[in-house]
């Protein structure tokens, strides 16, 4: 049936039988190179994701740490400060008050909420941002960032928060009874029981604000907001569901 070639006794097909076996081996041999290869590959990679969060887990250690020793910093010059430099009885735009105001400002933009709730803690059990027998606040909070800090039931009447930002705050049953809030960023704040008689509300930003139960928010605190869109009101309404309840414009 197969017809003699020029190899001796072979016919074609001991002559194809020849030649695939080594394709064959040489295809087999391919495969399994890219096998390991994608194996390989696959290992690295796994290797890769291991020492990246290794390394986002060290970063994120150091950053910790950083915050940690700019806090411990911090309390300590303000100590110094307190007991050696007589803070508390300076006088107002002494050198030491700008001094310990400065230093507030700066190490409240370094630190992460929960570091900044411990500088805003030792701020008022220091009795440093509060009126005191009537006195003013020796430090202003004027600007300072207090973002998604917790300052709730805090005492801060007559305190300087003029254009503080305090988006995402904790305030709930603070007392900030004539409180300067002009210009300060409340987006998201919650104010639930805050009392805010009296308190300076112009320009201030109250989006998605939580008012709910907030005392002394009348409609003129209220109209000298920029904004309280999506906020909730005293009542427990929604900004909306108020201004339709009262009648009045949409701000």
């Known amino acids: ?4 070639t020029g190899f001796g006794d072979r016919t074609l097909w001991d002559v194809l039988q020849l030649l ?5 081996l040489v295809g087999i041999g391919l495969l399994f190179e890219m ?3 994608e194996r390989q590959q696959a290992m690295e990679e796994q290797q890769q994701a291991l020492e990246d969060r290794r390394a986002r887990a060290e970063q994120k250690l150091a950053e910790q740490r950083a915050q940690d020793e700019a806090l ?9 400060l307190l007991l050696e430099k007589d803070l508390r009885t300076s006088e107002q735009e002494s050198e030491v008050r700008t001094l310990a105001r400065a230093r507030t400002l700066t190490v409240l933009e370094r630190l992460d909420p929960s570091r900044k709730t411990a500088v805003y803690q ?15 606040p020796i430090i202003s909070l004027n600007g300072a960032d207090l973002g998604g800090a917790n300052v709730s039931d805090a005492n801060l009447r007559n305190a300087d928060l003029n254009g503080a930002d305090l988006n995402g705050a904790d305030l709930s049953e603070a007392d900030l009874y004539k409180a300067d809030l002009s210009g ?27 008012l709910h139960d907030a005392v002394g928010l009348t409609d003129e605190r209220i ?17 909306t569901d108020w201004l339709i309840s009262n009648g009045t414009g949409e701000k």
């Open 20 to 24: 695939i076996v080594p394709l064959v």
């Open 184 to 210: 300060a960023n409340l987006r998201f704040a919650s104010l639930i029981l805050a009392d805010l008689r009296w308190a300076n509300l112009s320009e201030a930003n109250l989006r998605n604000a939580n």
């Open 223 to 239: 109209a000298a907001a920029v904004t309280l869109q999506g906020a909730t009101m005293p009542n427990g309404q929604n900004y």
């Open 1 to 4: 049936m197969w017809e003699r």
């Open 35 to 37: 096998q390991q290869a």
């Open 122 to 136: 030792f701020l008022v059990d220091s009795d440093l941002v509060q009126s005191i027998d009537e006195r003013d």
């Open 72 to 80: 411990q910093a911090y309390l300590d010059q303000m100590s110094s």
